[in-house]
């Protein structure tokens, strides 16, 4: 009797990421071209739990590389949090034929692949977030078009901020990590980055502010990464402490959309065949990721025990550059 033809699902999960229809794509062409049957399943664990899902093809796809946001959408279901909503996905997947599920996401959409994986369900995990903070991975898919987004709107800022020899405190996203106002910052020129990861004090922001406009610089950025927070706050205290005009912009959501650049597109490409070649070969519980622009899988416990270091170094250089 002939092998029964492999069925994979595949789900975007958590916050969107510029990029994950990349992945999406790469799944569903890489898995039809193996042989096997791919299903969209919509909404995150939702979907599973649901059965909210299609039948996809190759043409399926078309058309959605360039596209930001997820054709699958996505969300955070709290019910596949409990073990009742993971027996119910598992349930789903039995009736619908799913052997194996690709899950685009972050650090709580793997925790979810973990307990589907334990559950006969083999998961693999692609990391999908802005916020490049998932530790098993030197890069995550969207976080390269987000930088970019914020760079374009900072610079924006940054003219009307030259214009009246202002201060701006500007927000980027990033509520647990500071990557994206690290690079953003740098590549802006702000004369102060905050990020979560390093404990600041508003007397040095000031006293740096107050250095540099001895050194003629007449208008300031000061990056801010969403886990610092309080920029209304922080350009109050540098109007009152130096009398420069300050404002405070929050750059928001704008971050999360748009059509994700080369480096996310190739990269979701690369993570996403990766993950049909484990599933494929019956392996699950993995989670892909580059480590040193090799594409690499870890278990997914291993993966989400592992710590990423801050890259202080690069933080150095742009405290040594910014005045
Ligand atoms: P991200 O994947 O971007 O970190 P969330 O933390 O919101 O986003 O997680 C996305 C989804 O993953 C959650 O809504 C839930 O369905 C699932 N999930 C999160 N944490 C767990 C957990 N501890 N156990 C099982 N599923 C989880
Ligand atoms: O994880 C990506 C991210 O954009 C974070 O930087 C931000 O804190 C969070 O998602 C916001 O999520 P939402 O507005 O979708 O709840």
């Known amino acids: 009797m002939a092998d029964k033809q492999k069925t994979i699902g595949v789900l975007t999960s958590g916050g969107d990421a510029p990029g994950m229809n990349a992945a999406v794509r790469a799944v569903v062409r890489a898995a039809i071209k193996k042989g096997m049957r791919v299903i969209g399943i919509k909404r995150g664990y939702n979907g599973l739990i649901n059965g909210d899902m299609v039948e996809m093809n190759m043409r399926s796809v078309s058309d959605i590389i360039q596209r930001g946001g997820t054709v699958l959408y996505t969300a955070r279901c709290l019910e596949f949090k409990e073990e009742a909503g993971v027996l119910k996905a598992k349930e789903t997947c039995i009736k619908t034929g799913i052997d194996g599920l690709v899950v685009i996401g972050g650090d709580g959409s793997f925790r979810g692949a973990a307990d589907l994986s ?20 030197d890069y995550t898919v969207g976080y390269d078009t987000a930088m970019n987004t914020a760079m374009e709107m900072i610079d924006k800022v940054r003219d009307t ?16 990590a500071g990557y994206i106002a690290l690079n953003t910052g740098i590549a802006c020129g702000a004369t102060c980055i905050l990020v979560p990861e390093l404990e600041y004090k508003i007397e040095e922001v000031i006293e740096k ?26 350009a109050k205290q540098i109007e009152e402490a130096t009398g420069i005009e300050s404002r405070a912009t929050i750059l928001g959501h704008v971050q ?12 979701a490409s690369q993570l996403a065949y990766r993950a049909v070649e484990l599933l494929d070969g019956g392996i699950g519980n993995r989670v892909v990721g580059f480590q040193k622009d090799e594409v690499v899988d870890f278990d997914i416990q291993e993966a989400l025990s592992m710590k990423k270091e801050f890259p202080i170094d690069l933080y150095n250089i742009a405290n040594d550059i910014s005045f």
Do not use: Y
């Open 161 to 176: 901020s030259q214009s009246h020899d202002r201060c701006s405190v500007v927000e980027v996203m990033g509520r647990r």
């Open 209 to 234: 502010i107050k250095t540099a406009r001895k050194l003629g610089k007449q208008n300031f950025i000061i990056l801010v990464a969403e886990g610092v927070g309080g920029v209304n706050e922080i």
């Open 256 to 267: 999360r959309g748009g059509n994700p650049t080369v480096r996310d597109r190739v990269a």
């Open 118 to 137: 334990r559950h006969g369900i083999p998961c693999v995990g692609i990391p999908g977030t802005i916020d490049n903070d998932i530790s098993c991975t």
